[in-house]
C-alpha cells in the first residue's frame, strides 16, 4: 500500500473551489465559504485504484495525488491516499474495491472505465461516493444516467475525444488517405465507444477502416505487423488499456513500416505516436482531484455534471515526425502552433 499524508483545512476547500469546475460553481462556492467560515478540521481517507500500469493512467494518479497535496499546503484537514493498481486482473481489482468498502474510505476514485464499473459495483448498498477519472462514456458503461446530472452517488471525468479532429490531422498530413487502421481491445467499452463514433466520420470522408483487434498487450506487435503489411496510411490508438501498455512497441512497428501513428491522448504520442488533439492527462488528473474535493466538502456527485476535458490543443511528436519524413508543422491546423514532444 501506498499512502501519503496530506494537510487539507476547511479553508483548502476555498482554495479548491477557487479553482472551480463548469457547472458546479455556486453550491461549491457556498460550501467553500461555509467550511471556511466554521474553522473545523476533518480526517479524510481516499483510495484511488488504478486499472493498471501505462503512461496515461501513470500520469493521472500522479496528478490527482499532486494536485491533492497542492491543496493540503493551505494546512487543516489530513487526508490518507491510499493508492493502489489493479494491474489489469479482474480479481485484483475486485479485491482492492472490497477492500477500499471494508476500510470505509471516505471516497474513491478509481481511474480508466474496468476499473469505475467494479468499484461502481462494490459500493452499492454503502454511502462511499465515487469520483471517478477517464472513463470514456460514463452512459455506455452505466455510470452516469446522463452527463450533466449522473445521478446515484458517483460523478468524474470522462476523456472521451472529437474523432472529427483526429481526422482532421491525418488528411492534413495526408489528403489521399484511403485506409486506416484501427488496433484496439474489442472488450473494452471505452475504446468500442470511441471507434464506433468514429465509423459516420470516416465513411464521410470515403476512407475504409481496417480493423486489428487484441486482447492482450502481447497481441499488439502483431496487430501493428498486421496492419503495415496491408499497406494503410495510417493507424489510430483509441483510449485502449491494452494498446497503451505496449505502444511504444506499435510505434516502433508503424515506425519501421513508415505509417504514421494518431493517437487518443498526448501520453501516447510521447510514447512514439506521431500526434493527437486528444486529452492532456496531466489535466485530466487535476480536474478529477478538484471534483473529489469537492465531494468531500459536502457537493452531491449525483447533480455534479461529469466534466469532459479536451481543449483541442495538439500534441505531436517530433522524433517520430523526424524519423517518418514529416513536417510537424503540417498539424498546426489553427496557426497557435502545437505542443512538442520528443
Not at 499488439?220 to 489510430?236: C, E, P, R, T
Not at 478529477?288 to 466534466?307: H, K, N, R, S, Y
Not at 517520430?320 to 498546426?332: C, E, H, K, Q, R
Request: with cysteine.
Amino acid at each position: 500500500m501506498k499512502k501519503m499524508k496530506c494537510k487539507l483545512t476547511a479553508l483548502f476547500a476555498a482554495a479548491a473551489m477557487a479553482l472551480s469546475l463548469a457547472g458546479c460553481g455556486s453550491a461549491a462556492s457556498s460550501t467553500a465559504s461555509a467550511a471556511s467560515g466554521s474553522g473545523q478540521s476533518a480526517d479524510y481517507t481516499v483510495g484511488i485504484l488504478q486499472y493498471t500500469s501505462h503512461s496515461s493512467l501513470d500520469e493521472i494518479a500522479a496528478a490527482i495525488q499532486s494536485e491533492l497535496e497542492q491543496q493540503a499546503q493551505a494546512a487543516g484537514v489530513t487526508i490518507n491516499v491510499e493508492l493502489k493498481n489493479g494491474q489489469g486482473d479482474a480479481a485484483t481489482i475486485k479485491d482492492i474495491c472490497t477492500m477500499f468498502v471494508s476500510d470505509k474510505v471516505d471516497l474513491i476514485i478509481p481511474i480508466a472505465t474496468p476499473a469505475a464499473t467494479v468499484a461502481a459495483a462494490a459500493v452499492q448498498g454503502t454511502d462511499i461516493p465515487l469520483v471517478y477519472s477517464a472513463v470514456t462514456d460514463p452512459v455506455t458503461a452505466q455510470l452516469a444516467k446522463s452527463m450533466e446530472a449522473p445521478g446515484e452517488n458517483m460523478t468524474g471525468t470522462s476523456d472521451y475525444i472529437d474523432t472529427a479532429k483526429i481526422l482532421d490531422l491525418v488528411l492534413a498530413n495526408n489528403p489521399d488517405t484511403k485506409t486506416i487502421g484501427l488496433v484496439y481491445n474489442l472488450g473494452e467499452s471505452n475504446s468500442a465507444a470511441t471507434i464506433e463514433a468514429l465509423r459516420p466520420v470516416l465513411e464521410e470522408k470515403g476512407i475504409q477502416a481496417v480493423e486489428s483487434t487484441v486482447t492482450t498487450p502481447g497481441e499488439v506487435q502483431m496487430a501493428a505487423q498486421n496492419l503495415v503489411s496491408k499497406g494503410v496510411d495510417a493507424i489510430f490508438v483509441p483510449i485502449d488499456n491494452t494498446v497503451a501498455s505496449a505502444m511504444s512497441v506499435l510505434a516502433d512497428e508503424a515506425i519501421k513500416g513508415g505509417v504514421p501513428v494518431y493517437t487518443a491522448a498526448d501520453s501516447l504520442v510521447r510514447d512514439g505516436g506521431l500526434a493527437t488533439t486528444g486529452v492532456n492527462y496531466t489535466k485530466l488528473g487535476e480536474l478529477t482531484a478538484q471534483m473529489a474535493v469537492q465531494v468531500l466538502q459536502g457537493e452531491d456527485p449525483a447533480t455534479m455534471p461529469v466534466q469532459v476535458l479536451n481543449d483541442g490543443i495538439v500534441t505531436v511528436n517530433t522524433t517520430t515526425a523526424a524519423a517518418l519524413g514529416i513536417d510537424p508543422n503540417v498539424f498546426d491546423l489553427s496557426g497557435e502552433g502545437y505542443v512538442s514532444v520528443e
